[in-house]
């Protein structure tokens, strides 16, 4: 008896047991290989550009930067955080006005930022004395945010303002945080009793400043608008009275402002690489562009309250043509494109769209696990996690939000030459 028990329990003991972790081990060291194939051999210690996000406290101790929903009127401590953008001067607020004064019936595009400065351009005589508290928010205008200082369409001043180089000034000016921009509004204080409108309307076009500008490119940078984004408004009211029924007149120059998004000074940008989940026997040199996703991150770590964590994501480009999620949400489908669409990657071939305005959205405490960039969950294929472990082959790199990500099927090794360099410790940015 004692002999037959021997021979089953060598019998079992010989029997391959299932491993449910083998093949991701397998996967694991077979990327480790064709990475170290492609760039040499890892240095140990080697953190792949991303640093902790140190948080924001004044002398005093106290936390400053926002962490709750609505407007952040601290305008003396803007520029410790954030990029503030400097005050518009008067060429580019006139050569905004004189192209909304010039066409009518606009078709505009759509933003989808949640951080975002509001500044003022200027506003028409009818829409200044009626038109007040501006509003922004989602289709859900029961969350929409008041924002602060514009109580009416010639809005009200905000001084000192800290700007990040460390001067300060004065501008028309608020920070939203935590809001959003998918619509926007104003109540009327002319129209009387009850309406349907309930005396607000949301009558708006958003117009990029490359079209203003592509339109009249004239009055030197003095005057440039690139890059700028301007909701306007078209004024009407429904009131009783004859002369409080006024119709829009298909111009929206009846208040204008300009909106930016919130540029977080500690973020980091990360570049990702899902070349995980492809067949690893098969990557080619042009395969390492690291671009099938890359986004900001502004990680907000209290070390103290928990409670208030938080995180910026300002996704910017989306090269893969996976299924790529950050903390749950689609990249493709937040730019608004399909999952085999490349995007913001000057691509040549394949379906590709340039072009496309970067979209913000925030990562709640319940998800933020750290105050480094590497934690922030990033998946492909709904299942496997793309990584940036210490000494091992890596689906992540982070760098400073100026560093521009490389084009498509490029080996981010011939755009930056420090890449190779860093990967064996010998240098410690990869991105100069």
Partial sequence: ??????????????????????????????????????????????????????????????????????????????????????????AQKAKVMEYFNTFDNLQGISINWCDFFVQ???????????????????????????????????????????????????????????????????????????????????????????????????????????????????????????EKKINADGFYNDWVVRVNPGEYLQAQRVFVEDLKTGDLDKVTSTDWDFNDAVFDAFINYNQYWHDGDYAVITVRAAGGTLPLTIADQEVHGLLGEATNIMINTNATVGQHKDGVIPVQFRIPASQITSNNAKDIPVFVNGSTELKAEQSAATQKLAGPTSVQWVNERNNIKTVFSNFVPFCQKKTEKWWE
């Fill in 1 to 90: 008896m004692i002999a037959v028990a021997a021979l089953a329990f060598a019998s079992c003991a010989n029997e391959d047991v299932y491993d449910p972790d083998a093949k991701t081990k397998e996967k694991e060291a077979k990327y480790q290989a064709v990475f170290e194939a492609e760039f040499g051999k890892i240095a140990k210690g080697v953190n792949w550009g991303f640093e902790a996000q140190k948080g924001y406290f004044s002398k005093d101790g106290k936390w400053i930067s926002a962490t709750t929903r609505g407007v952040d009127d601290n305008a003396n401590m803007w520029g410790s955080y954030v990029d503030v953008p400097k005050p518009l001067t008067e």
């Fill in 120 to 242: 003022q351009v200027g506003s028409s005589e009818l829409g200044q004395p009626h038109m007040n508290q501006l509003v922004c928010g989602n289709e859900d205008l029961s969350k929409a945010d008041h924002v602060h200082n514009f109580n009416d369409a010639n809005a009200g001043w905000k001084e000192p303002v800290l700007y990040a180089d460390g001067t300060t000034g004065k501008d028309k000016i608020n920070f939203i945080t935590d809001g959003a921009t998918q619509k926007w509004g104003w109540h009327n204080s002319l129209e009387d009793g009850d309406s349907e409108t309930g005396h607000w309307y949301y009558n708006f076009v958003i117009i990029p400043g490359d079209w203003i500008q592509e339109w009249n490119n004239e009055g030197g940078d003095d005057a440039d608008v690139s890059g700028m984004f301007f909701v306007a408004f078209d004024y009407e009211c429904h009131g009783t009275t004859a």
